[in-house]
């Protein structure tokens, strides 16, 4: 069978991902705003009898850069572009994907331009997509991800690919290209056309020069240099210069703005960073988004409960006394405990907590709050940019360390990761916090935790700013426009979030019941939990079974409060511990060692000794602060 | 004698005078590095052509011609001198000399040319164009836009290249048409609009880039 690969290169936010989705039907995460894909993204798919392999890469506005994000796609384009790169665009602003197409071109890589997102464009802009692709002499495609329009062509138009011989070229002024046809004389490099080397050569491409020879490399440093010297100006700026002044001809030729009011959208989207209203519209989104959370995860809670003690009541522990008597009515007990702490802890916490995030990363509207905490985040040693990584960490602390990558300082870096991995509350550690000590030791104590946490927040900020080595950073990033959000969309990415807690949680927390319910129904669990005692009992002032539920915590922090739950069993939570103990177990477990997932991904990104810095301070932070809130909640 | 050396000796008296008052002989020897009696020959020189008063026992006053053509040429250097620093990127040592040289061969016009590609809103009643250039041309660094501004990006002004590149990179390129949209928070990020896309800069990024207001 023929084999084409394919390489999806773009700016950040054209939608490379929903075309990678509605090309392979493979789904990835997808959201509105810039640096979402942070690793390949790699599918196949059949068509016509051919297999064609699709490569998204991350976004990157330029070629030219020197981001971790930059030198990954030049690496890819390089080492393994495959048969076809396709530049896909956003087709509302084609300006700077013009440029990006231009520099995939005179690396003399086959191209494709996809103009995404063309049902929106079509409202703004006429485009004369037959005269854009004569003048840059490749196959221009329209697309929409959103409706799949134009994917099939796209598709089609990728198989029957034959390159073409003279794409588009940018003239850039003579000096430069007096330059270029010099370096082309020395060589080539990885098959690569040798003016796009050459080109990059003289920008001082970290990639490509790592590749050039010695001779290359200082040739085009004395030709920067001397086109500095009798320009007074970089070589960079001037061949960024060259590239825009061409774009800018080439958009003006083929796109007509059509008349137009502002949209509703537009004048919102205004609103939310001006410096009146900007600031009272985050509060307002926080706080309704906090309110909407607790409100309906309580109701949920309780009527998923209800509906199933009423559809269940006893009757899988009767079927299982009617099997294997009393030991079969232990297990079926724990089988019941597990079903009933899934159902009420992940539907109603975590899934809507993902429904929420789900809404606001797809709405646009997040960047708008990286701006405006910008300021706030430089006290701590951050940037505004660490406001999405920590939205994402409370709900999962690993996509959340992962997404850390888009920010370029190693620093940071480590300083919100070790925010989120010890402060930042993930979905489960909410559903503890609201869903035990919220609800059994009242709202007020579990919004003493979130104090707590944010207070820690500060903390480490502040303390590591301190002890860490300033690296001055910048913000930069685009605003996208806002958008109502896609619920289809939406749910994708919630259940994409949340089936791990179906197929890996709960058959470990059935085979965890299981196993506890036998070794109650023997009597050994309380010989095993007494010689922890002194930590669940003397320290923290909680009933010695309490250490299950903190073993479980480490594998998976929904483990701790579902394990308690079936622990508890028969007898309700409400008469398992006092409201007292309900807020040490929240703190502590709000606290915790990070899960073993996040652990592991620490590990992955900034190695062993601060992993084990980190988990090892979560623990005895836990501990101690959790003993604290004992010794003061045992005078009161 | 050369024009260069009595423009030199005006400069001079200026800066000692500040327009107003005495300069004494000594303090213009002292500060041409030149001995009091070949100051006061040129004195002489520049008092027969009417740009300054010389009394004896009290020293120099620049006349209002003297005061005209002293100011002139400062602020011709000053032009010439932030020409060098910011559109050709010479040091400050370097572009100070050259500046030194220029502002006796300036002309007006290309004085007015270089000041409108630099913009002038650090200076203050420039004598070369008069402060109705002020107004209409302003080469002034992104962060110093007000709501609503258009601007044409003239260049990118700093040490670290990595940034240079970063914002290149995202498409603040000279010859870019770049207006304001918004200010955020105090000294917070503020949003440009760029072609389609709208753009989030801190402080630090912003002063880097430098426009002329449209």
């Known amino acids: 069978m023929d084999e084409i690969r394919v390489t999806l290169v773009g700016q950040p936010n054209a939608g490379k991902s929903s075309l990678f989705t509605r090309m392979t039907g493979v789904g990835v995460i997808i959201s509105n705003y810039a640096g979402t894909t942070v690793e390949f993204e790699e599918a196949t798919v059949t068509r016509n009898g051919v297999n064609v392999h699709v490569h998204d890469l991350p976004g990157t506005y330029a070629l030219s850069g020197n981001s971790d994000d930059e030198r990954m796609v030049m690496d890819a384009l390089v080492n393994d572009p495959g048969d076809v790169v396709v530049v896909v665009a956003d087709a509302s602003n084609i300006e700077g994907s013009i440029v990006l197409c231009f520099e995939v071109i005179e690396l003399g890589l086959p191209t494709i331009l996809a103009l995404n997102k063309m049902d929106l464009a079509m409202k703004r802009f006429d485009t004369d997509l037959s005269l854009l692709s004569r003048i840059l002499k490749i196959p221009v495609v329209p697309v929409s991800a959103r409706s799949a329009l134009g994917v099939d062509a796209l598709m089609d138009e990728i198989i029957s690919f034959k390159k073409r011989t003279a794409a588009f070229n940018v003239r850039y002024d003579s000096h430069t290209e007096e330059y270029i046809e010099e370096l082309t004389s020395i060589g080539t490099i990885a098959g690569l056309d040798p003016r796009g080397v050459a080109v990059k050569l003289l920008e001082a491409d970290e990639f490509i020069s790592s590749l050039a020879s010695d001779e290359e490399r200082e040739t085009a440093e004395r030709m920067a240099a001397e086109f500095e010297r009798s320009h007074g100006e970089s070589i960079n700026v001037h061949i960024a210069r060259d590239r825009y002044g061409q774009a800018g001809i080439v958009k003006n030729e083929v796109q007509k703005k059509t008349a137009r009011e502002l949209t509703f959208s537009e004048k919102l989207s205004d609103m939310t960073t001006a410096p009146a209203t900007g600031i009272p519209i985050l509060i307002g989104v926080l706080f309704l988004t906090f309110l909407t959370f607790i409100g309906v995860s309580n109701f949920l809670e309780g009527l998923i409960h209800d509906a199933y003690v009423s559809a269940v009541g006893d009757s899988l522990r009767d079927i299982g006394e009617r099997i294997g008597g009393d030991l079969g009515a232990a297990v079926m007990e724990g089988i019941n405990g597990s079903i009933l702490a899934i159902l009420t802890i992940v539907v109603p916490f975590i899934m809507l907590f993902y429904v929420l995030l789900g809404i606001l990363e797809d709405s646009g509207y997040l960047p708008r709050a990286v701006v405006l905490l910008d300021r706030t985040m430089h006290s701590l040693g951050l940037h505004g940019g660490a406001f999405i990584p920590m939205m994402v960490g409370l709900g999962c602390n690993v996509p959340a360390i992962m997404a850390t990558r888009v920010i370029a300082s190693k620093r940071e870096r480590i300083i919100i990761s070790t925010m989120i991995a010890m402060a930042v509350p993930c979905s489960a550690q909410l559903a503890i916090i609201l869903g035990a000590t919220g609800k059994y030791a009242g709202i007020a104590a579990a919004f003493s935790i979130f104090m707590l946490l944010l207070a820690m927040i500060f903390v480490i900020g502040i303390l590591m700013n301190r002890w860490m080595k300033f690296e001055p950073t910048s913000l930069a990033m685009e605003m996208p426009d806002l958008s109502a959000p896609s619920m289809k969309n939406v749910i994708f990415k919630t259940w994409n979030r949340c089936k791990d807690f179906f197929i890996l949680a709960f058959p470990l927390l059935v085979a965890g019941s299981i196993i506890l319910e036998v070794l109650l129904f023997y009597g050994a669990l309380d010989a095993m939990v007494g010689p922890f005692s002194f930590i669940t009992g003397t320290l923290l002032g909680l009933p010695p079974i309490v250490i299950i539920a903190f073993v479980f915590g480490i594998l998976r922090k929904e483990m701790a409060l579902a394990m308690l739950m079936v622990l508890a069993a028969p007898i309700t939570l409400a008469d398992f511990m006092t409201p007292d103990q309900f807020l040490v177990f929240g703190v502590v477990m709000a606290l915790y060692v990070p899960c073993l997932a996040t652990v592991a991904v620490l590990w992955r990104e900034f190695g062993a000794k601060n992993t084990v810095l980190i988990s090892g301070t979560s623990l005895i932070a836990a501990l101690m602060i959790g003993a604290g809130f004992n010794a003061i909640l045992s005078l009161i | ?214």
């Open chain 2, 1 to 214: 004698m050369a024009t260069g050396n009595r423009e030199d000796y005006l400069l001079r008296i200026l800066r000692i005078t500040d327009g107003e008052g005495t300069a004494k002989t000594n303090d213009i020897a002292a500060l041409m590095n030149v001995s009091a009696a070949s100051v006061t020959e040129m004195l002489k020189v520049l008092a027969e052509d009417g740009l300054i008063e010389y009394r004896k026992y009290k020293g120099v006053s620049l006349t209002e011609k003297g005061l005209a053509q002293a100011k002139r040429l400062r602020d011709k250097h000053q032009i010439a001198e932030r020409f060098l620093m910011d559109v050709l990127d010479k040091d400050q040592g370097s572009a100070h000399e050259e500046a030194c040289k220029m502002e006796h061969v300036l002309s007006d016009e290309s004085a007015k040319k270089m000041c409108r590609i630099i913009g002038a809103a650090d200076m203050t009643e420039c004598e070369v164009c008069g402060p109705e250039c002020l107004k209409k041309e302003s080469g002034i660094q992104l962060n110093r836009m007000s709501a609503g501004m258009n601007g044409k990006i003239s260049h990118l002004k700093c040490d670290n290249s990595e940034k240079i590149r970063k914002l290149l990179s995202i498409g603040f390129v000279p010859g870019r048409t770049v207006s304001l949209v918004n200010r955020t928070t105090n000294n917070g990020p503020i949003i440009f609009r760029m072609g389609e896309s709208n753009i989030a800069l801190d402080q630090d990024l912003a002063s880097i880039v430098f426009v002329n207001i449209q």
